[in-house]
């Protein structure tokens, strides 16, 4: 008996019959004595239907009313739970992200949460209720409709499940758990038991999109115990959790890979004090996230940059460069939307030396040619063309991974 904070993704919620599982589930931990607060995404799909539906309008929305349109699919979502939970004579109250008290940045269409407000739903739970809320949105301070980036469901699920300090935040989606690639890739793939906060944050930013990576940046922080497992069966699935003493023996535990990564390069930089700041300022500002930043040596006293962000950001990173760009006086800019990024990450690759060279022995055995290169302490990614990505996964995961 506690408090569980469960989100239900997409898939889970898609049509009326799983909504009506999933009221089934939050029942049967209710009945067994449990607060409940149930956080849902959007119907699978819906997400993806409302983008091209504003799109069919502008090629531009205003991101304010981007974020008000994409809001509206958590909120079908809400209500028809709440609708089954009611039907089976429970009390339930579905809340949009602001109703809940969820505060934020005003970084439309990738917001930030800032706060949790979180004393209307403990009400509501005093009460009785179960708590039904809208995921992958909160409010600006202005009272903006913000949503938190695509996959932000997650998000919210584990900030709430902080703010109220639940016991556990279960985290219900398609597959059984976080496995060691991308089950749809590699169906040899096998679920991981337990994870760490830092090995699951790594796998996540790279392109594992079981989890929201800002979920688990904020669970680590906070400490939320996280339980990723199916709405489809009762199979126990994975924890995510503090690096235990054992962790540090897998070398990799897993194998990752993100298509929506775009190169850019960057021609004749001035090779001065400076530079490298106004142009990576520029894009910060910006909220753009950038990654694998190669500098080639300078002839002339000028180089050549070279570095990845996400596909989405790739078009206003354009823009930034044709303005910044003039100043500094950049002679041209490129960029390669054919790219991947195919990645392996472990805590016991900071005990363990050698891995990629093996790494790049596999790509090299299937005559990938790598692109761009970097590494930290835990992880090596590798930037392919995008068509190389499946047979690189594959390779690198039959390579490191004990069947
Ligand atoms: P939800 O809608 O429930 O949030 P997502 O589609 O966001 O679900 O995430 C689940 C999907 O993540 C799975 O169907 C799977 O294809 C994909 N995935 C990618 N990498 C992994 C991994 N390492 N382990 C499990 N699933 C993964
Ligand atoms: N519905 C949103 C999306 O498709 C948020 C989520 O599912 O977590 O990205
Ligand atoms: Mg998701």
Redesign the pocket.
């Known amino acids: 008996m506690g408090l569980i904070v469960q989100k239900?993704?997409?898939?889970?919620v898609a049509d009326v019959d799983r909504v009506k599982v999933v009221a089934q589930r939050v029942i049967k931990n209710k009945e067994a004595g449990n607060d409940m607060v149930v956080v849902v995404?959007a119907p699978?799909g819906m997400t993806d239907e409302l983008i091209e539906l504003a799109h069919e309008i502008t090629d531009e929305p205003p991101a304010r009313e981007m974020d008000m349109l994409l809001a509206t699919g958590e909120q079908h979502s809400i209500a028809l739970l709440a609708m089954a939970i009611c039907n089976s004579k429970h009390c339930a109250i579905s809340l949009t992200g602001y109703q809940a008290g969820i505060r934020t940045d005003n970084v439309h269409s990738k917001a930030r949460i800032t706060e949790v407000q979180a004393e209307r739903i403990t009400k509501m739970l005093d009460e009785g209720n179960i708590v039904i809320v809208a995921g992958f949105q909160g409010s600006t301070d202005d009272d903006a409709i913000t949503t938190l980036s695509r996959?932000g469901?997650?998000t919210s699920a584990v900030a709430l499940a902080s703010a109220l300090e639940a016991d556990v935040c279960e985290?219900?989606?398609?597959?059984d758990?976080?496995?060691?690639?991308?089950?749809?890739i590699v169906p040899e793939?096998k679920k991981i038991d337990t994870i760490s906060y830092e090995e699951m944050l790594e796998?996540a930013s790279l392109?594992?999109?079981?989890?929201?990576s800002r979920a688990v940046e904020f669970a680590g922080k906070y400490n939320v115990p996280l339980h990723v497992r199916s709405s489809f069966n009762e199979n126990q699935g994975t924890i995510v959790t503090k690096e235990g003493e054992a962790m540090e023996g897998v070398v990799v535990r897993?194998v990752?890979h993100d298509k929506n990564q775009a190169k850019m390069s960057i021609f004749g930089v001035p090779d001065r004090p400076g530079i490298a700041y106004s142009i990576f300022k520029a894009l910060a500002s910006a909220e753009i996230n950038v990654d694998m930043i190669v500098q080639t040596v300078s002839k002339n006293e000028k180089a050549d940059i070279s570095f990845t962000v996400s596909k989405s950001d790739l078009r206003d990173a354009l823009e930034i460069f044709k303005k910044v760009g003039e100043n500094i006086g950049i002679t041209d800019i490129a960029y390669d939307e054919d790219v991947a990024k195919v990645s392996v990450v472990g805590i016991g690759m900071k005990s363990h030396s050698g891995v990629a060279a093996e790494m790049f022995e596999v790509l090299a055995e299937e005559d990938i040619n790598i692109q761009m290169i970097s590494t930290s302490e835990i992880k090596i990614s590798c930037v392919v063309k995008t068509e190389d990505t499946e047979k690189a996964v594959k390779a690198i995961h039959r390579k490191f991974i004990p069947s």
């Open positions: 239900y993704g997409g898939t889970s995404s699978a996959g469901s997650d985290i219900y989606t398609d597959v758990g976080v496995y060691t690639a991308d089950p749809r793939a796998m392109g594992a999109k079981v989890l929201h897993g990752t």
